[in-house]
């Protein structure tokens, strides 16, 4: 089992959210989205996924496009979300050299200029280990259809 470790309190809650007041930022790769949405459609009665990780101030997706927009697709009107405190240094947006500002992420996602797909990659970086992938963040939800 993997544990993060870190002091800061980055997580702020759970919440259900309507579709239409989460913001993305980057566009998705259609095949992986049809793919997705075929798989989740095989787990009728209903679905357990990870949830989509959010900035607690804007709503602006950190993690999980292609969930958000395979659930939105499938007609749920509630979206599982973590809100995530994403100003905090432990979170950041890429491992490159030179990643995109968080301020720049939620400016596309407000502006609605998508970025190409997988422009970020979020990770989380803990005081024990190399930087995680985020969606170690997410807890599991189950959504009926």
């Known amino acids: 089992m993997y544990s993060l470790d870190f002091n800061e309190p980055l997580v702020k809650g759970f919440s259900w959210e309507h579709p239409d007041l989460i913001l993305t930022h980057e566009?998705?790769?259609?095949?992986?989205?049809a793919s997705l949405i075929n798989y989740l459609e095989s787990l009728k009665p209903y679905v357990i996924v990870p949830s989509i990780l959010?900035?607690?101030?804007?709503?602006?997706?950190?993690?999980?496009?292609?969930?958000?927009?395979a659930l939105k697709k499938l007609g749920f009107e509630k979206i599982p979300t973590i809100k995530l405190n994403y100003s905090n240094h432990r979170i950041i947006t890429d491992l490159n050299e030179q990643p995109i500002k968080k301020e720049v992420v939620i400016q596309h996602a407000v502006n609605?200029?998508?970025?190409?797909?997988?422009?970020?990659?979020?990770?989380?970086?803990?005081?024990?280990?190399?930087?995680q992938p985020i969606i170690l963040l997410s807890s599991l939800a189950?959504?009926?259809?």
Not at 112 to 131: A, G, Q, Y
């Open 27 to 33: 566009k998705v790769v259609e095949e992986r989205c």
């Open 54 to 69: 959010v900035c607690d101030k804007t709503n602006v997706i950190i993690d999980g496009h292609h969930r958000y927009f």
């Open 112 to 131: 609605k200029n998508l970025l190409e797909p997988k422009s970020t990659f979020h990770h989380i970086v803990d005081v024990s280990s190399e930087p």
């Open 142 to 145: 189950k959504l009926e259809f």
